[in-house]
């Protein structure tokens, strides 16, 4: 198969704390990972692509700042929120590809609910 | 960018029926996958599938990638089939093949 793990699936935080979220492919290695978030009710938007040691690409919007991504490895891919508000609860998905994969394939984390009180 | 329409919406099924979801893209692509989100948030795998037609039991998808859309079948709908199905696709333009989702058509299967 192919899977990616999310961590934490739930969090809860203070406004001005910065929260980390993690992305990890366990059974193969992906050098591009994809961030999306997703509000009640509605379709997943992405923020970011993710790559393998260089700097993300984020979508038109996104704050770069405020939603910090890091690639360290082939199988792991960290979401920070700094600052948090509450604006920024929301349902945060990463997802990957597997590296040399012939298709384009995606396969989805189980994503991390975020609520900022 | 490339735009993704689902219809419809919303769909209503008493268990044991059939139905089609559509999904229309307005550009060529290179990638295209349904998803299932159960109520958790967690989006299953579906269907890889450009082009052509596959069937995983149930389900079966067909994509006409020529006129740029696809088909999703659900037959002998089951309760657990409820959630929200979103197509996706990424146009061969797209920087790192990311994927565009569509709106969702949102399942409820009643008993």
């Known amino acids: 198969g192919a899977v990616v793990s999310q961590h934490p699936s739930w969090v809860i935080c203070k406004s001005g704390t910065s929260v980390k979220i993690e992305c990890r492919s366990l059974?193969?290695?992906?050098?591009?990972m994809f961030w999306y978030r997703q509000f009640p009710k509605q379709s997943l938007m992405l923020m970011a692509t993710s790559n393998e040691g260089s700097k993300a690409t984020y979508e038109q919007g996104v704050e770069k700042d405020k939603f910090l991504i890091n690639h360290a490895s082939l199988t792991l891919s960290t979401l920070t929120v700094t600052s948090a508000h509450p604006e920024d609860s929301s349902f945060y998905i990463c997802?990957?590809?597997?590296?040399?994969?012939?298709?384009?394939?995606?396969?989805f984390g189980e994503g991390s609910r975020l609520t900022v009180l | 960018g490339i735009q993704v329409e689902q219809s419809p919406p919303d769909l209503i099924l008493q268990e044991g029926a059939n139905s089609t979801l559509r999904c229309n893209f307005s550009?060529?692509?290179?990638?295209l996958q349904w998803f299932h989100q159960n109520p958790w948030g967690q989006l299953i795998n579906l269907f890889y599938i450009p082009s052509g037609t596959k069937q995983n039991g149930r389900l079966s998808a067909t994509t006409v990638a020529t006129e740029r859309y696809s088909l999703l079948y659900i037959s002998s709908s089951q309760t657990t089939d409820s959630g929200v199905y979103f197509c996706a696709v990424s146009a061969p333009k797209a920087a790192g093949n990311k994927l565009t989702f569509g709106g969702g058509t949102r399942v409820l299967v009643k008993p």
């Open positions: 059974d193969f290695q992906a050098t591009t």
């Open positions: 997802s990957a590809r597997r590296a040399g994969a012939v298709t384009g394939e995606l396969f």
């Open positions: 550009d060529s692509v290179n990638n």
